[in-house]
């Protein structure tokens, strides 16, 4: 059978890229491990997001897991004695052992005279998740729960549970919470445990002379503190037209525009919005500045109502919403 040059370009062609295909490791259909690694992020990704609710679920099949803590109330007792003590609310660290650390050192932290607030998302995304638990730990730093320490410790809940039945099916097997949940340690769980959902300081504490109460993400602005709905507390981004709250931007209003339009009489500190950034408004104070996307970790220092910027080092981790 003859063949034409073209035809014989083309076989060259697909030959050469067939070749370069097995060198780089796929072969027989099997990606090489950086691009496996890859495929295995962005695809739990995808799979997490659609298990996701935007709005506020009555319930989620791992609830019996959850164990929250709703609110604790840390009065004078719980922080360090006056004069020169701070309180610093931190944004998420996200599994950025570095860029916690470059924080504390710019801030001259002093554990004798410093108190550490994490504002959720201790975890995931970033790749030392157990050692900045750890190192919270050391600290003596107090926590709140985010979004992403919830699917943790529903995780663990299960897997210690011993139970033989089914995967809620809200939690994704072998997504980075799943791969954490499996490698804590008892006190590393005990810590994300002890993160209640809100986080209340005196108004004394506060140079504002407010009450400042610290949560992950933000509240429903139509309900009492007290009546508010876990999931939104960790979750919330958006407050709809009729009011739903929503963990999505695309629709609505920013949950803490129609919270400060209220003029409430106490300040909320929170993360969760890197794509918003650092929002200091009167009653708010928006801390996520995208610190494990190479960006900055901030920090908000109650008694001196000033903000802290800290750039953290580059992981390679692009930008998400989640």
């Known amino acids: ?9 083309n076989t060259f062609a697909i030959t050469l890229i067939l070749g370069l295909w097995t060198l780089s490791g796929l072969i027989d259909g099997a990606p090489h491990p950086r691009q496996a690694a890859a495929i295995d992020i962005q695809g739990s990704i995808e799979i997490l997001k659609s298990k996701q609710p935007d709005t506020p679920p009555k319930s989620l099949p791992s609830d019996p897991f959850a164990k929250y803590k709703f609110e604790l109330n840390l009065g004078f007792d719980g922080l360090k004695p006056p004069p020169g003590n701070r309180t610093i609310i931190v944004g998420d660290v996200h599994g950025s052992l570095g860029g916690l650390n470059n924080f504390l050192t710019q801030v001259k932290f002093n554990k004798a005279q410093d108190t550490i607030i994490l504002a959720g998302d201790i975890t995931a995304k970033g790749p030392q998740s157990l050692q900045v638990i750890d190192r919270a730990i050391a600290i003596g730093a107090k926590c709140v729960r985010g979004n992403h320490d919830d699917k943790v410790i529903r995780w663990k809940g299960f897997l210690d549970s011993g139970s033989k039945s089914k995967t809620p099916s809200d939690l994704v097997e072998n997504s980075d919470h799943h791969k ?7 006190k590393q769980y005990k810590y994300l445990l002890s993160c209640p959902l809100i986080l209340t300081l005196p108004k004394e504490a506060s140079k504002l002379r407010l009450p400042i109460h610290v949560m992950h993400a933000g509240l429903d602005p139509k309900k009492a503190l007290k009546k508010q709905q876990p999931w939104v507390l960790f979750n919330v981004r958006n407050i709809l037209k009729d009011g739903t709250p929503s963990r999505k931007k695309k629709e609505g209003k920013g949950w803490s525009d129609v919270f400060n339009d209220k003029k409430p009489g106490f300040r909320i500190v929170y993360g969760h919005d890197a794509g918003r950034g650092l929002s200091v408004k009167p009653f708010t104070v ?17 008694e001196l109502d000033e903000v802290k910027r800290v750039k953290c080092p580059n992981l390679g981790i692009g930008d998400d919403e989640d």
């Not at 954490?180 to 008892?186: E, F, N, R, T, V």
Request: proline share 3%; charged share 15%; aromatic share 6%.
């Open 180 to 186: 954490i949940a499996k490698g804590l340690s008892d």
């Open 286 to 302: 928006g801390l996520d500045t995208g610190c494990v996307y190479g960006k900055e970790l901030s920090g908000y220092i109650v």
């Open 1 to 9: 059978m003859l063949i034409s040059p073209l035809q014989g370009a």
